[in-house]
C-alpha cells in the first residue's frame, strides 16, 4: 500500500507523532491533500527549537511559521550553545508571542539578555489560555529595579497556573519585592534559588490560590515566621537549612499540607522527634 493512500485519519494519526519541524520539511508542497492537512486538520502543534540548525531555523520561521501561529499550544526557546541567539534571531523574523494565541505552554532556556527575556514575558500578558511557563538556566545581570519589574510582569499573566523558576539570574532575587497579586498560580518552583522566610511569607501573600511550592528556603532565622494561616497550600518541598523554631511555625501555619518532601542541613533529630512536629 502506498502511503499517500492512507485514509486523512490515519495519517492525522501518524503525524501527532512527528516532530512538527520535520513535519513540514518531510510533507509541505507535497500535493494538495497533504497541505490541506496540515494547515486545516492539525490544530495544535509542540514547537521546540532547541537543537535546531540554524538553517532549519531560518527555513522554518520564513516558510511555515506565520501560517501556523495560532495552531501552537507549547513553545521551546534556547539560547544555549547549539542555538546561539536565537531567542534575538526569532524576534528579528518580527515574531512577537502575543501572535501565538493558542498557547498554552512557553519555556525558556539559556537567556542571558535581560531585555529579551524581559520583552518575551511582557508578550505574554495578552495571552488568554497561557498556564505553564518554564524559564530553565537564564543567567543575565540586571539592575536592582528590573528584577521587580520582571517578576510583576510574571505575576500578571492572568492564566498563569504553573510557573518553574530554575537557576534564574546571575544574583540572588529578591522575592519580596513582588508587588503584584497573582489569583492563578497554583503551582510554583524554584530551583537553585535561595530565599529566607522574608520572601517565602511574602510569596504566600502575593500567590494568594498556592496549591504546590517547591523552594530552596537555605534561611531561616527566629524573628522571621509566618504570622497567619496559609489554607490553600497542600503540598510542600523544601531544602532547609535554619532553627528548628522556624520551621515548626511553618508546619503550624500550614494546616490543610497534605504532602511533603522535607530536605535539612545540620538538624538532627530522630523519628520521635519528627512525628511531634509534624
Known sequence: MRFESLPNELLLDLFEYIDVIHLFHAFHSLNARFDKLLFTRLHAFDLDFRSISKYNFDNFCQQYLPNITQQIKSLHLSDNEETPNLSKLFLSYGFTINKFVNLKSFSLYNIQSFDIFNQLIIQCIRLPYLTHLHMIKCFFNYRD??????????????????????????????????????????????????????????????????????????????????????????????????????????????????????????????????????
Open 145 to 278: 529595579n528590573e528584577i521587580q519589574y520582571l517578576m510583576n510582569n510574571i505575576w500578571r499573566l492572568p492564566k498563569l497556573t504553573h510557573c518553574i523558576l530554575d537557576q534564574v539570574t546571575s544574583r540572588k532575587m529578591r522575592l519580596f519585592d513582588i508587588s503584584i497579586v497573582s489569583t492563578s498560580i497554583k503551582c510554583l518552583t524554584f530551583k537553585k534559588i535561595t530565599c529566607d522566610f522574608r520572601d517565602l511569607s511574602h510569596i504566600f501573600e502575593y500567590t494568594s490560590c498556592l496549591e504546590q511550592l517547591s523552594i530552596n528556603l537555605i534561611y531561616g532565622f527566629p524573628n522571621q515566621q509566618l504570622q497567619s494561616p496559609i489554607y490553600s497550600t497542600i503540598s510542600l518541598k523544601v531544602l532547609y537549612h535554619g532553627c528548628m523554631e522556624v520551621l515548626i511555625n511553618l508546619f503550624q501555619n500550614l494546616p490543610n499540607l497534605i504532602h511533603l518532601t522535607l530536605e535539612t542541613f545540620d538538624m538532627y533529630c530522630d523519628g520521635y522527634e519528627w512525628e511531634k512536629i509534624l
